[in-house]
């Protein structure tokens, strides 16, 4: 069945940066898209940015450009993810999300999530 | 950015009634919208993708319609494990997320 494993829990300092990965099974790796959300304590989701593995391309939102990373490795059907600068504000749960097909659009499957809390 | 609103933030309904929440788009997303409902401590499972197109395995009562920039989700008769959170998503353009709908008893 189809399965994305993240990465475990991570407590980083302001200012410094935390690469999180998902590892895809259950599917052609190739075959699918991959984004990634979050959410910060009691809060909705939002969109970071995602990447399709098969062009390696990668689209950001807005509020993200050029403080996060999204690339993926095709070897081992894992994205990665990682986010720079961090700031208090960037405490949340951080999904990995599949959509089916060579597009970010309707996601079919959610990670488990990866807490990651920025704090001195 | 398209910015999707829904309302009401909280709707506060008994078991086996009807529960009626919306979703506003602020450009037209033409069909390209999605359901999401999460419970605490679980990641988002998807309900309806193309407005109205239920995901596998989801129960009937589940339903979605609409274009355009309005959109709704009506699940027909309230059953307890569907008193949780739910967010619409449209991906006409790259995703973004409403704030959630909160539905309780």
């Known amino acids: 069945q189809v399965q994305l494993v993240q990465s475990g829990a991570e407590v980083k300092k302001p200012g410094s940066s935390v690469k999180v990965s998902c590892t895809a099974s259950?599917?052609?790796?190739?075959?699918?898209?991959f984004s990634w959300v979050r959410q910060a304590p009691g809060q909705g989701l939002e969109w970071m940015g995602g990447?399709?593995?098969?062009?390696?391309?990668?689209t950001y939102a807005e509020k993200f450009q050029g403080r996060v990373t999204i690339t993926a490795d095709r070897s081992t059907s894992t994205a990665y993810m990682e986010l720079s600068s961090l700031r208090s504000e960037d405490t949340a749960v951080y999904y990995c999300?599949?959509?089916?097909?060579?597009?970010?659009?309707?996601?079919?499957?959610w990670g488990q999530g990866t807490l990651v809390t920025a704090s001195s | 950015e398209i910015v999707m609103t829904q309302s009401p933030a909280t709707l506060s309904v008994s078991p086996g009634e009807r529960a009626t929440l919306s979703c506003r788009a602020s450009?037209?997303?033409?069909?390209?919208l999605a359901w999401y409902q999460q419970s605490p401590g679980q990641a988002p499972r998807l309900l309806i993708h193309?407005?109205?197109t239920r995901a596998t395995g989801i129960p009937a009562r589940f339903s979605g319609s609409g274009s355009g920039t309005e959109f709704t989700l009506t699940i027909s008769s309230l059953q307890s494990e569907d008193f949780v959170v739910y967010y619409c998503?449209?991906?006409?353009?790259?995703?973004?997320f409403g704030q959630g709908t909160k539905v309780e008893i």
């Open positions: 998503q449209q991906y006409n353009n790259w995703p973004t």
């Open positions: 259950g599917g052609s790796f190739t075959s699918y898209a």
């Open positions: 990447i399709i593995p098969i062009f390696g391309t990668t």
């Open positions: 450009q037209s997303v033409s069909s390209n």
């Open positions: 999300a599949r959509s089916p097909g060579s597009s970010l659009r309707v996601i079919d499957y």
């Open positions: 193309g407005a109205s």
